[in-house]
């Protein structure tokens, strides 16, 4: 699909991405570029593209496609630093958790002569790091892109046809819903984990050793997302602030509610809401985004 793709970090979706476009010969080659040296030559030993660079304006130079996988606060960074040696009609886009503020960070210093099409790959793992990446990463997930009416639509239509042949389902979306819908279904979950795990890590030290001892399939499944990579999370929150605290104040409301029914031994409206909660995980096995099988399809026996 492209002569040249330049990505920009290479962490787990960025080598997953260099995995599957080298299983479905996507680029013809593929430059890498990462701030640090040791991740990059990790990157090479692992045979993940075609050239390593730490110059970022030197990757970008001649590429088709540029995505940027890093974190979402180095965005601005990134589009001031490549601007100027970019290629006409080349496709920028993004891997980002949050979109309303990647489009304000890069499109006023990108030139009007390339395409800014932000993404977000709803996929991944609690693992990172050039050796996280795997080829089947995107299989059946879903991808969000989130141009503006002024993209240009073949570019937009490029870049879709190039996440379904990486294995992913598209949507095209407004980057404000986005964020909406991502600030609940991603971002506020993350939330919950790092302060239960946080929460537990507070209490006395026979206590804390009891929970990691007898951690049942709750808490377990919690500390799974609160091992993921703190740096993109933190910049996650900070620049999705809005959405996300629009949606954990309705959070504490229900969250006092659900108190409120304790306290009070309301079991019919505790039955009810848990009647109705089950409805979503139903629904989310029907459409394919997770398995039924017992214990979420762990093998018996597994940790």
Known sequence: MFEKVTLIGIGLI?????????????AKSVAISTRSEKTLKRAEELGLGDLYVLDTEEAVKDADLVIVCTPVG??????KTIAPHLKTGAIITDVGSVKGSVVAQMQPHLPERVHLVPGHPIAGTEYSGPDAGFASLFENRW????PDQKTDEAATAKLKLFWQ???????IMDAHHHDLVLAITSHLPHLIAYNIVGTANELETDTRSEVIKFSASGFRDFTRIAAS?????RDVFIHNKEAVLEILGRFSEDLSSLQRAIRRGDGDHLFDLFSR???IRRSIIEIGQDVDAPNFGRDEGEE
């Open 14 to 26: 960025g080598s997953s991405l260099a995995h599957v476009m080298k299983r479905e010969e996507l």
């Open 74 to 79: 180095a965005c601005e960074h990134i589009a």
């Open 143 to 146: 991808c969000i892109l989130t």
């Open 165 to 171: 042949k990486c294995g992913s389902h598209v949507e």
């Open 229 to 233: 990579d703190p740096t993109m999370w």
């Open 277 to 279: 909660t089950r409805e």
